[in-house]
């Protein structure tokens, strides 16, 4: 299995930033896409931003532009850098891999952080 945690979030005002991290305990020599996703309160979860193997990153439309993913394979962590934020951002963020990539081979396998709070006012 692999394990995933998060960390970084916490409170901001509108039009603040904050950065959220994910270490998650690979398999050596692998490289694991990452994706993040959030589920604001009283809703359903959402898709956020998504990094795969290669390092190509794409994000919905409610965030683009204003958050950067970006994943340091050594250290095993996937960061979401979140900048002018707004209330509508307010959610618990959880961290995701659908899989990885081994020795060009890449294998399914989903697992899921337990999540941080993210409060914006």
């Known amino acids: 299995d692999v394990q995933l945690v998060e960390s970084g979030g916490g409170s901001a005002q509108a039009g603040g930033s904050l950065t959220l991290s994910c270490e998650y305990s690979?398999?050596?020599?692998?490289?694991?896409?990452m994706a993040w996703y959030r589920q604001p309160p009283g809703k359903e979860r959402e898709f956020i931003s998504r990094?795969?193997?290669?390092?190509?990153?794409s994000y919905s439309d409610t965030v683009k532009g204003r958050f950067t993913m970006s994943r340091v394979n050594a250290a095993n962590t996937a960061y979401l850098r979140m900048a002018n934020l707004q209330p509508e951002d307010t959610a618990t963020y959880f961290c995701?891999?659908?899989?990885?990539?081994?020795?060009?081979?890449?294998?399914?396998?989903?697992?899921w952080g337990q999540g941080t709070q993210d409060t914006v006012s």
């Open positions: 990094i795969l193997v290669d390092g190509r990153t």
């Open positions: 690979g398999y050596p020599g692998c490289i694991h896409a």
């Open positions: 995701q891999t659908p899989g990885r990539q081994c020795d060009g081979r890449y294998r399914s396998a989903t697992y």
